[in-house]
């Protein structure tokens, strides 16, 4: 099993910036495949944005992209989520959540290829 705390969410204003952080632990974090959603009031979770378990890759969704940037701290056993140039519509719950091996060979993109979630912190982007 693997517990997940996502952490760092709050109210910003258009333009400015957030920094997310998850805290893994219950198996080796290394071996984790991590990625970042999001759920807006009324709307479906969406992809944001995941990492390979040795940092090496990354792939992000088409509205984040050169806005945010995922990294991981395996000593810490730590993702984050560095949120720049926010706008009124990256307002949603963010939610973490892993992969857990054995690997897929591809990153992946979809809610149901993941296993652990955590249970999400707010962002709020004021315009």
């Known amino acids: 099993q693997v517990q997940l705390v996502e952490s760092g969410g709050g109210l910003v204003q258009a333009g400015g910036s957030l920094r997310l952080s998850c805290a893994a632990s219950?198996?080796?974090?290394?071996?984790?495949?991590m990625g970042w959603f999001r759920q807006a009031p009324g709307k479906e979770r969406e992809f944001v944005a995941v990492?390979?378990?040795?940092?090496?890759?990354?792939y992000y969704a088409d509205s984040v992209k050169g806005r945010f940037t995922i990294s991981r701290d395996n000593a810490k056993n730590t993702v984050y989520l560095q949120m720049n140039s926010l706008k009124p519509e990256d307002t949603a719950v963010y939610y973490c959540?892993?992969?857990?091996?054995?690997?897929?060979?591809?990153?992946?993109?979809?809610?149901?290829?993941?296993?652990?979630w955590g249970q999400g912190t707010q962002v709020t982007v004021s315009s």
């Open positions: 959540a892993t992969d857990m091996p054995p690997y897929r060979g591809y990153l992946p993109l979809k809610i149901y290829e993941y296993d652990y």
């Open positions: 219950g198996r080796t974090f290394s071996s984790y495949t």
């Open positions: 990492i390979s378990w040795s940092g090496g890759s990354t």
